[in-house]
Structure formats: structure tokens, C-alpha cells
């Protein structure tokens, strides 16, 4: 697995539910918890196969508990809400950030499309 998107820092802020990824190019990426839950690499989220994912709702006030590292290539999040299946490899969390606006409004989107209302605080 290419270490090429491996960050070298990572700051989980609890107080905003951020979770801050550094790279050594100077690329700074700033993960809301709730974005990380709802586009988790999990199966439970993302199911077996195309077709297969399940929208998740209410997880507006989520926040990560535990960032657990997975050998050289990855790490585990661990969710407030007792999510804790998915592994985010250094690739997918560098895609999560570079396609954070596009991500985010297609999740908003189906939100909307399911009738569900997010709460604002």
C-alpha cells in the first residue's frame, strides 16, 4: 500500500468534533466527525456491493473517541455512537478530504431526498 497520502499528523479537536490531517506538502485537511461516520469504509455503511449502502441519520452530534493506528497504512476510528467496523486507510482519508464539498452536499442531498431534517445546533 503507498504511504504517498500517509499523513504526518493527526489532531482529533473533541470540543469541535474535528479531526485534522497534515501532510508533509503542506495540505491540510480538517474532517468533521460526522462526515467521517456517514462515509465510513464500513459495511455497515457502504454494505456489500454497489446498491448496498445505507443512509445514516442522526448522527449530527457524533464524535470520535479513539483514533487507533492499523499497521502502516491505516487507521481505526472509534464513534461515539459505538461505531468502530471501519478502517480508513491513508487513501481513502485523503480522498474523504479532497472531495470533502462534493461528498458532504451529495450526503445533504440524500437527506433531503429521504425527508430527513438535520438537526442545527
Not at 474535528?18 to 503542506?26: F, H, R, S, T
Not at 461516520?37 to 449502502?53: I, K, N
Amino acid at each position: 500500500m503507498s504511504s504517498k497520502h500517509r499523513p504526518t499528523d493527526i489532531q482529533l479537536h473533541q470540543k469541535s468534533r474535528i479531526l485534522e490531517l497534515g501532510y508533509a506538502d503542506g495540505t491540510t485537511f480538517r474532517l468533521p466527525c460526522e462526515f467521517l461516520r456517514v462515509y465510513s469504509p464500513s459495511a455497515e455503511v457502504r454494505g456489500h456491493g454497489p446498491g448496498q449502502e445505507t443512509l445514516q441519520l442522526g448522527k449530527e452530534d457524533v464524535s470520535i473517541t479513539e483514533v487507533e493506528p492499523v499497521g502502516h497504512y491505516a487507521v481505526k476510528l472509534v464513534f461515539s455512537d459505538g461505531h468502530d467496523t471501519g478502517i480508513f486507510d491513508w487513501d481513502y482519508l485523503y480522498n474523504l478530504g479532497l472531495e470533502q464539498e462534493q461528498l458532504w452536499q451529495e450526503y445533504l442531498d440524500k437527506l433531503a431526498a429521504a425527508g430527513h431534517q438535520r438537526k442545527t445546533h
